[in-house]
């Protein structure tokens, strides 16, 4: 779910959560994004999307703290081309994340042998089932009742 912030005009430009309708600072904001929280910013006046503007102002605020996280090659080429160079970017971080999966994965041991296994407990638990039935004995056969007709009923009891 998206969490909705509008933004104040005027010169504190403040952020206002209408989640927890209280405002909230953008070192909040940029949190709720590090935790996975998708945010949109609406300006209140107009109802134009800054959610942009707002996310750009967390990474400049960062950057003149000291707290870069983002390289200076990067930004060149956003600045150069645009989108493109997030795109390229982010196709080389999945590149490396797909690598780091295959490496991963070509240690675990092969699927076939976990089937293979799987197939011989079955038939492990198969026998023992019917050990357990053999053991239980054959299960004793439900009684016949037998009804005896209105007849034979009022015969015997008139001759009784």
């Not at 927890?20 to 904001?29: A, C, G, H, K, W």
């Not at 996280?69 to 080389?92: K, N, Y």
């Amino acid at each position: 779910m998206v969490r909705l912030v509008k933004r104040y005009g005027g010169g504190s430009r403040k952020l206002y959560d209408t989640e927890e309708s209280r405002y909230v600072s953008l070192d909040e904001v940029a949190e709720w994004v590090r935790e996975g929280q998708e945010v949109q910013v609406l300006d209140s006046g107009s109802g134009e999307d800054v959610t942009r503007q707002v996310l750009a102002q967390i990474i400049l605020d960062g950057e003149k703290q000291g707290k870069s996280v983002l390289s200076v090659d990067l930004f060149h080429d956003v600045i150069r081309r645009g989108e493109a160079a997030l795109q390229a970017r982010v196709e080389q971080l999945q590149e490396g994340v797909d690598r780091l999966v295959k490496a991963s994965v070509d240690h675990l041991p092969p699927v076939r042998g976990a089937r293979d296994e799987m197939d011989a407990l079955r038939e492990g638990i198969a026998g023992l089932e019917q050990a357990l039935r053999e053991l239980e004995g054959p299960a004793p056969a439900p009684r016949a009742r037998t009804r005896k007709s209105g007849k034979t009923a009022r015969r015997r009891r008139a001759e009784g």
